[in-house]
């Protein structure tokens, strides 16, 4: 089996109490696993009563409330401090940490949602530059997901080689509109052949469908109150001129078909996938005018716990890019270029 991660995996270590927006102080709904539940049921004195406090069960199964109780006021972990990183629940103990896995791979990544993730993301060598090692032997390739896996190979060469991300995401969205069928029915080498460039969009903006998006966007579930002004914000400055933050959007529009474009394509929405991080960057390209770069990461992480970390707002806008004309790949092209 090859493990494979971004470049800037290894350097993520969780801020801890340094953190302004500390994930155990949200209103998530974090599983926990039988296995640590059953731990922290036999863990005795005050410690133990305290783990049992911090359980919540229900039809679903086991989860920590939230805000959790064992979170300190020094903004640390008394369960980690205790217990070690083995005291910690799955989903505790790997956020902001992904895995995908799918033919003879796993594939790990950082969560966006993360600000210490975001921060790697945006400022890091370019985001889709592998570390990959041969972990325990996987003998059945899944031809399917090869197909796709080489396909996205070629989205992140254009990516990586263009100095235009505006026309490159054009040329990509152009390019997966047109194989989307055949990789459904199974015309792996019509797919395969079919050139892959920069599109270059002669018309003129359309301010209106960037409007319109972020409009979209308010209308799904609000987490954060903030959320909301900052988006009505922005809804206000959609004409004035963007600019500077290339490297930036280059590198989340990256870490979106890294981390969905092979999984959405596996469940039949290949070209969903990629409106998703095209979107997301003519969003976050509004977001960033007149930002610092501090302010900016901070956006982004915002924007991923929004809408990637809400499973009901992803399935939503997911299901807009069916369904919504503001969304179709001529209508995302001119909001981009």
């Known amino acids: 089996m090859r493990v494979i991660m971004p470049n800037y995996y290894k350097k993520f270590v969780c801020k801890a109490d340094m953190c302004n927006d500390n994930c155990c102080k949200t209103d998530w709904r974090i599983e926990l696993d039988e296995d640590t539940f059953k731990k922290y049921r036999d863990i005795p004195g005050e410690l133990g009563k305290k783990l049992r406090l911090a359980v919540g069960s229900d039809e679903d199964g086991y989860y920590i409330v939230h805000p959790c109780p064992m979170l300190r006021s020094d903004g640390l972990c008394e369960a980690y401090l205790s217990l070690g990183d083995e005291g910690l629940g799955y989903i505790c103990r790997m956020h902001p940490r992904y895995v995908n896995a799918y033919s003879d791979r796993e594939e790990l990544g950082i969560g966006l949602a993360c600000e210490e993730a975001a921060r790697l993301i945006m400022t890091e060598p370019i985001s889709l530059d592998f570390d990959e090692t041969i972990g325990e032997e996987r003998s059945v390739k899944d031809d399917h997901a090869e197909v796709i896996i080489e396909i996205r190979s070629k989205i992140t060469d254009l990516i990586k080689t263009s100095d235009d991300i505006e026309s490159s995401i054009a040329g990509i969205l152009k390019y997966i509109s047109s194989i989307e069928a055949d990789v459904l029915g199974g015309e792996y080498e019509s797919a395969l052949d079919k050139d892959i460039s920069p599109y270059v969009y002669a018309g003129e903006k359309s301010y209106c469908n960037i409007s319109e998006t972020i409009e979209k966007l308010l209308e799904l579930e609000i987490l954060d109150k903030n959320w909301e002004e900052i988006l009505r914000e922005a809804k206000k400055s959609v004409r004035e001129e963007n600019g500077g933050f290339d490297s930036e959007l280059n590198r989340i ?22 409106k998703l991080a095209a979107v997301s960057v003519i969003v976050l390209r509004e977001l960033f005018k007149g930002k610092s770069l501090s302010e900016r990461i901070n956006l982004a992480h915002m924007y991923s716990k929004e809408i990637e970390y809400s499973e009901e707002n992803l399935e939503n806008l997911l299901f807009d890019f069916f369904v919504d004309e503001v969304f179709e790949v001529d209508e995302i092209i001119k909001m981009l270029c």
């Not at 990256?254 to 969903?272: A, T």
């Open 253 to 274: 529009f990256c870490y979106f078909i890294y981390r969905y474009f092979v999984e959405h394509s596996l469940d039949g929405q290949m070209l969903s996938s990629v």
